[in-house]
């Protein structure tokens, strides 16, 4: 059953969405770039499930933490990421690894992780990624 999910969640990605949260019998999707959708969920109470998404820096490894998700598929993660999936016991498969996400004009890192960068505290986290998404 878990593999059908899984396999899933990657289907649902392909099909364009840039994000993807299966949670108890329901689907969130999102068209919406960087972690917006994540903490729009946060927001919004959502909590547990299985996620896609397109790309997952150590910002959004964050938040999945404490969207409380059990697994996450994305085709490119970060080192940052992974440390915070591995410090916090959430399973994860990805495709490619890279040293740090990069921002969307392709010639530096992005303000996300470049700001949560040092930070393990998913709270902390938050309140980062929410000062700088108002900043920008």
């Known amino acids: 059953m878990t593999k059908n999910i899984n396999e899933?969640?990657?289907?649902?990605?392909?099909?364009?969405?840039?994000?993807?949260?299966?949670c108890e019998g329901k689907q969130y999707v999102s068209f919406k770039r960087g972690?917006?959708?994540?903490?729009?969920?946060?927001?919004?109470g959502i909590s547990g499930g299985r996620a896609a998404d397109k790309v997952v820096g150590r910002?959004?490894?964050l938040l999945y933490?404490?969207?409380?998700v059990e697994y996450v598929f994305t085709p490119v993660i970060s080192k940052g990421a992974k440390e915070i999936f591995e410090l916090f016991g959430i399973n994860f498969d990805y495709l490619q690894e890279t040293e740090y996400i990069i921002n969307r004009?392709?010639?530096?890192?992005?303000?996300?992780?470049?700001?949560?960068?040092?930070i393990d505290d998913p709270y902390e986290g938050y309140k980062i990624i929410c000062?700088?998404?108002?900043e920008l």
Do not use: H, S
């Open 35 to 44: 972690v917006k959708p994540l903490i729009e969920w946060y927001n919004q």
């Open 8 to 22: 899933d969640l990657k289907k649902l990605l392909q099909n364009g969405y840039t994000c993807v949260l299966l």
């Open 105 to 118: 004009k392709k010639d530096g890192i992005c303000p996300m992780e470049q700001a949560t960068i040092k």
């Open 59 to 61: 910002a959004a490894a």
């Open 131 to 134: 000062n700088k998404l108002t």
């Open 65 to 68: 933490v404490l969207l409380k």
